[in-house]
């Protein structure tokens, strides 16, 4: 604190720094929430023609589809490898990156004791501090990014969440009412 209790211009800095990534990465979810409301649904005639159309995609877009059923709670959870361990993660769009719980970090691999928890976030639960760490593989279904930024949230986080320093690196990906569709 300053001086008569006002807070240092370095704290309003990162607190203004904190408001634009915020503002930023609801602007971007917004606009893919309504590209996707906006695009209208494809019906196949015959499943013959459905399977030479996916095969033909796949050709065109350097590779398969992933997909990742949506679940009986209405929420799209992805069964990751992530530096070759399993980890459950929730689809969240609205999140700037993949953010990694502690206990979910450490069944990876990472050195909990070595982080440096030098970044303020906001979670649904409030302000918290994580740690920047950068996966070395990540893949969804067989669709897999390299060199992937994450960041281990020390306290605040109940489950890991999928955002978008990967998924924002995939060629598209497209949420159905049964699935979510990634493009490698």
């Given at each position: 604190m300053g001086r008569g209790g006002t807070p240092r211009l370095s704290n309003f800095r990162t607190f203004s720094l904190v408001m634009a990534v915020a503002c930023a990465s609801a602007?971007?979810?917004?606009?893919?929430v309504v590209m996707l409301a906006t695009k209208a649904p494809v019906f196949r005639a015959a499943?013959?023609?459905a399977a030479i159309s996916a095969a033909n995609a796949e050709a065109?877009?350097?590779?398969?589809?992933?997909?990742?059923?949506?679940s009986a709670d209405g929420h799209y959870w992805a069964e990751v490898?992530?530096?070759?361990?399993?980890?459950?993660l929730?689809?969240?769009t609205g999140a700037t990156a993949v953010a990694?719980?502690?206990r979910d970090a450490a069944r990876l691999g990472v050195d909990l004791?070595?982080?440096?928890?030098?970044?303020?976030v906001v979670t649904a639960t409030g302000q918290a501090r994580a740690a920047s760490v950068k996966l070395a593989s990540l893949t969804v279904s067989g669709a897999r990014i390299e060199n992937v930024d994450a960041l281990v949230i020390e306290h605040g986080?109940?489950?890991?969440?999928?955002?978008m320093t990967y998924l924002g690196r995939l060629a598209s990906f497209q949420a159905t009412r049964q699935a979510l569709i990634l493009q490698p």
């Open positions: 602007l971007i979810s917004a606009q893919t499943r013959a023609e065109a877009q350097g590779g398969p589809r992933a997909t990742i059923p949506k490898e992530a530096d070759g361990g399993p980890v459950r929730l689809v969240d990694l719980t502690p004791g070595a982080l440096r928890y030098s970044n303020r986080l109940d489950t890991s969440l999928l955002g």
